[in-house]
């Protein structure tokens, strides 16, 4: 799963445990939420409030021939049989299972070389000399499961702080189709989702910016990833500590490595 | 064990006695939510029939780690008490002369096992707390059912700002059951 798809789910999950989401949204929230115990959580806690809502409302003593007649109704009904769930939870979180599977991979090879131990100098030096790449791998993958997670659990924290802002930003020249939005924490940070985003100009990179108006300091808030052609994303904890006021948000190109101030010209941008 | 969770478990094994006594513990609050969104009695009714139907034949689907029973309970209530409202608009186009009929206005005294759960009391007082629009529009997409344009709409309002005012007063009414 692309962290970019998590948090456009995260985005949605709000609408979702309203009821609001159109039928073929709340199909991908619901298979997203098959493989994804962060999202669960969090569907969880909303609609723990939501029953709050419910909760909160005053109860009204039923006329006593409405229980008469709801037992009526149930005598007559039979239960419906789903296929049976299994006992233990059936979700097991997607960051374990990276960590597992590739735990897996290093014990199966550490295995392996305990059974081939007595095979020639030559087969057991290139036995360790696989052993050590497959550890860096694995150290690899850990540190990207790690990063992943980080960035996951910081769009959560901002998505949900109580500061935050959503900000839509409009396209300008060849950005004009682009649908892209900025939450905006001052607290937590900024998230930055944009669709259909045209390729920068050539030998060229998309850097994001911070403005704030009130105290006009503009900082950068890092380069736009790109995860797939047409989609860019960037989550980072607030640019400059103490950022506050209303801000501006917004995209522009420059040289790879991005800039200190901006020089490029602006694709993106939007103002709470 | 949690007795709400226990009578589920009973009606999930086909123990119909067991929804007499899912009914005797929830009904007045699930009529009570019915009854805040279709805004009449018959149709409320209706809805607390519905729901505890739906009920017996789900109770297998229910998950005690994923909420509690009035929270499941009431959120069928809410789904089906909305789906209500929306056909019969559908159907007179306006809400008009069936939005109230002749009902006590006065709530009769709610049973010992109705009173609030902790949470709803720090729900409804956070409630009380938010600021006025992000208040209204919570209830707009929680008694109404409005969707986020829907309810632009109806408050004139820009669908950012609306999105913004639900967000926070669903984020403020996290904070308050959290602490």
Known sequence: ?272 | MDADVDVVMRVAAGDRDAVAELYDRHASRVLGLAYRIVQNSSDAEDVVQEVFSQAWRTAQAYRATRGTVAGWLLMMARTRAIDRVRSRQARHASVGDDHLDAVPSDSPAVPDQLIATEQAVQVREAMLELPAEQRTALELAYFEGLTHTEIAERLRTPLGTVKTRIRSALSALRRSVRS
């Open chain 1, 1 to 272: 799963m692309t962290l970019v798809r998590h948090v456009e789910i995260m985005e949605k999950l709000e609408a979702y445990a309203l009821g609001q989401l159109p039928e073929q949204d709340r199909r991908d929230v619901d298979a997203h939420l098959d493989a994804c115990a962060v999202c669960t959580r969090e569907l969880d806690a909303l609609n723990t409030v939501l029953a709050g809502i419910g909760e909160s409302v005053p109860a009204k003593t039923p006329p006593p021939a409405l229980r008469s007649r709801v037992l009526e109704a149930i005598a007559k009904e039979p239960q419906d049989r789903p296929a049976p769930v299994p006992i233990a939870p059936a979700r097991q979180p997607r960051r374990i299972q990276w960590a597992l599977a590739s735990l897996g991979v290093a014990a199966a090879l550490l295995l392996a070389v305990g059974l081939l131990a007595f095979r020639s100098e030559q087969s057991r030096r290139q036995l360790a000399a696989d052993v050590s790449q497959l550890q860096e791998r694995n150290a690899e993958l850990v540190e990207r499961v790690q990063r992943y997670n980080g960035q996951a659990d910081l769009a959560l924290s901002i998505l949900t702080a109580g500061d935050m802002r959503e900000i839509p930003l409009t396209g300008q020249q060849s950005a004009a189709n682009t649908a892209a939005r900025a939450y905006w924490s001052a607290t937590r940070g900024l998230l930055v989702v944009a669709d259909r985003l045209p390729a920068p100009p050539l030998g060229r990179i998309y850097q994001v910016w911070v403005i704030e108006n009130e105290n006009k300091v503009t900082s950068s808030a890092g380069l736009l990833d790109a995860e797939s052609p047409g989609r860019g994303f960037l989550i980072v904890t607030p640019p400059r500590a103490g950022a506050g006021g209303n801000v501006t948000v917004a995209i522009s190109d420059e040289p790879p490595g991005g800039l200190p101030a901006p020089s490029g010209s602006i694709h993106l941008a939007g103002s709470i």
